[in-house]
């Protein structure tokens, strides 16, 4: 019984948080962009904190803290979304762009996958959407989402070539910036006008920019540490630098081979 | 190539053809001009010597700084970049070309590039996606032909505490097994483009101005070595020359620019130039290009579509040193959104 009451209470919670995902693909596809990125920013961030390990697909194990049911529950959206229709459903459309500007030229991504067509193996395997380790030909580890996501989130399980959209739109590898950009809001819209990611070859005219997949991989998107570019040299005939600490220390760090041994203070 | 050593320059026009006269006075500048170099008791083994070879045992540099008098002669009454005639550049660049072919055996091309009409240039750094890999700095080496021994590196990154922003604090010598490190965080350092520099008001002889692009550029030729710009720059962005700068031959970049990469001399001062023979063509710089996170941003001031504009505009942005009044034209940023009103 409390078992079924939770496993209720956490699909709740994931219909609230996808429902609000949707609506901020929607929001930025509006006239006025800037303040509807701001009120869905702002939805998404309550909706979404208070999450623990909550799995999909939804109908495994699902664990929500109360936290979250009780929010999911009582609060109502802080702000009236003019483009949810009557019912409560989100509209059938996704997010292509913000209207001052075209999207950025991306370089394509396609060709630089090692495995892609994910058909090539995938058209004689089923369709299994269970969470489970996988093949050692896919990236070892999930490691994005802190364990909201499993691969139908993004890839198609049907269509193992290509991605799609929470709301199920097709996109290719060479967009994944059109997938990231669902939860990354922010830093799609940087990304989008050049405030984010890597931009080549001219520094004038229409860009042509890295997908976000280019320089993040999307199942550990942080960088690794590695090591740097050699420090400078020192010049000739003059002697290396002292180490920092000397430089950069308090006084009295300075000067710790003058310490006594037992401590200063009792010889004064 | 020989060819282009004989070729007469308009100084010297109608000895096209006495390929074997300039020869042979080549010759002879070289023995008699080394010998003036290590005294006149050694003429005898200065003569038989080449001023290449007196240049490989040590005794000391050939004479003219390893050029022919002509080539001299026309370094020491060159006119300041901006009174120099079209004929003047280009016997200079050939002079530049014909000096580069001396000393590193190669041939460069270098080429006056000139402001392009409509821009000024501004350069955005986001410190939240800076990690101090150096790369920016690896680039800029390859790129501007910088002495690989003489400690002239344009970006200089520091590393600072989190949370501290002392620039005295600041190391740029750390070499962390991976970066990176914990707790710190990245600043890279280089010219600012100032907008009212003070390095060009130090100069005492003009050899360094604000281009109409927004750069600040050198005429390496018409620098004396005095430091003085050094001294006024508040950034640390200028340096100088203290030994011939040393470049592997088969790391020279030979695609010049006269007030940009050319080689430089011992005894100038030089700093960034924005990469003006590349960005002045619509290149991006070397820093850049060689930036693996993305974390540099360069473009047009002047254009409102521009990306350095939007983070201007929708960034919390800040300029080292602003208090003096020096106006950068490089803004630093991070990640976060400018708040809204």
New interface residues.
Partial sequence: MDQDRMRQAGRTALLVALWVGGNVCLAQSGSNADRMDAIAGAEVGHALRPTGAVQLPVGTTVVVPPALVRDAQVHAPTAVDPFVAPDGQPPQTEFTGYPQRLPPTVVPRQPALAFYPCARCHQYLPVNATPRVLAPAHEVGLNHGAGRFWCDTCHDLNDKNTLHTLRGTAVDFNNAWRICGQCHQARQKDWYFGGHGKRLYSWKGEPVRYDCTHCHNPHRPPFMQRKPQPPPPVRAGLAAMPPPVMLNSPVWVKHTDRLIEGGNHDKQ | MTSNESEPVAVEPGKADDDLANAARRLFMQRVGSAGVVGVASVASAAAATAATAAAVGLAKPAWGGATLRDAMGDLFQQHYQRMSDEEMQAALARIERKAKRKFGIDIHCEDTKPMPGTYFGYAL?IS?C?????C??GCVRENNQG????V?YI?VLEMDNGDHDL??S??????????VEGKWYLPVQCQQCDNPPCVKACPVGATWLDPDGIVVIDYNWCIGCRMCMSACPYWARHFN??EPQIPADQVNPITNYLGNRPRMKGVVEKCHFCTQR?RK????AC?EA????AR????LL?P????R??LE??TVFRLKEELGTEPKFWY?T?E?RA?P
């Fill in positions: 986001n996606k990690r101090g890999y150096r790369e700095v690896a690989r021994d003489s400690q590196q200089r005295n604090h190391e740029h010598y750390f070499d962390p097994e991976t970066v990176p203290w030994t960005t619509g290149r991006q710089p850049q930036c693996p996170t993305g941003v360069f473009g047009n254009d579509n521009s990306e350095i939007y983070i929708h960034k940023f990640d959104a809204r």
